[in-house]
């Protein structure tokens, strides 16, 4: 008896989940609202702490988006909620994934700090490909990369992009790298690690 992929879609082609996470107001809900070509699926709640002066709304389960890239492939955006409160989304979120972005808010310094212990989470619960994402840098110098690399105690295998969450084709090169990280880990020979 023939066993059925998971990943195959009902009517042909390959469903895969990719994962958008990083800290709360990163800008993951609007990546994925800016790529999706759905009607995003979100979670989102008025905020009543002392966070409310940030956003006043914030994911408290999940966003979910769909970009199709031929019949054959069909990606599917999960977007976690960036508060540690609802931490246990994660790794629900992220059961199966082949890979997910690193999303940072490189205007704010607590953003990148928030994001060492996401992505050590993240690093715990599976060893997939993985991109870091700076929301609202128009570019990177050098010395911005090497800090982000140096605090997220990042391989130079790991791409760092810098992205607007607003701009499609921004986000295009942000999804764009991580697929070709996804197949420079695939060509990789057996047993080089991500």
Known sequence: MA??????????????????????????????????????????????????????ETTVAMDFGRIT?????????FGTPGQDRFDFMWEILGEGMLGYILLVDASREDSLEEAVGILAAFRKMARVPFVVALNRAAGIDPSD???VRSVLELGDDVPVVPCDATDRESVKAVLLALLYSVVDQIDAPAGAGV
């Open 3 to 56: 066993t059925r992929n998971p990943n195959r879609r009902k009517h042909g082609g390959t469903a895969v989940k990719i994962v958008v996470t990083g800290p709360f107001s990163a800008g993951k809900t609007t990546l994925i609202r800016t790529i999706s070509e759905i009607t995003v699926l979100s979670t989102e709640k008025d905020i009543t702490d002392d966070t409310r002066s940030r956003k006043a």
């Open 69 to 77: 890239i031929d019949r054959d492939l069909v990606l599917y955006l």
């Open 145 to 147: 990369e090497d800090k």
